[in-house]
């Protein structure tokens, strides 16, 4: 596990799936259909209980430009900054539930943001994902 620093917050805009985890493809596939790909853009997956338990989740991008979310008609939401657990996992393709165990791991640590989520944040040059949950000092 290591400890990651986000140094700035991160405007993202998201398309929340319709069920955890079983509209998780259909979110990703429709958001990816919104912009053409860049490997400037970083890309998120982004899930938290909500609404007393049920896990909401979203299929999130970083906005390249002010404006972009409203001109593709999307909710925002930000990424904070601050101190993360993170474990990554490499060709997570070969293996989806290894995303799973990752955050049951993470879920483990202490002094989590109860406001955080579970954070997805997907290498845009190679099949490797960051595990991500952002901790209170």
């Not at 993360?84 to 943001?113: C, G, P, V």
């Amino acid at each position: 596990m290591e400890i990651l620093e986000l140094e700035k917050d991160i405007k993202v805009f998201y398309i929340t799936a319709r069920s955890f985890p079983e509209g998780i493809k259909e979110a990703t596939d429709k958001l990816h259909s919104l912009f053409s790909f860049s490997e400037k853009r970083n890309i998120f997956g982004l899930s938290r209980p909500e609404n007393g338990r049920e896990i909401v989740y979203r299929a999130a991008a970083e906005e390249l430009e002010v404006g972009e979310a409203e001109r593709l008609n999307c909710e925002t939401l930000i990424i904070k900054k601050g101190m993360y657990y993170s474990l990554t996992i490499h060709d997570f393709r070969k293996d989806i539930m290894a995303i799973d165990r990752a955050f049951k791991e993470l879920l483990k640590q202490a002094n989590l943001d109860p406001e955080g989520f579970c954070v997805e944040w997907y290498g845009t040059t190679d099949e490797s994902v960051k595990c991500m949950i952002r901790f209170l000092k």
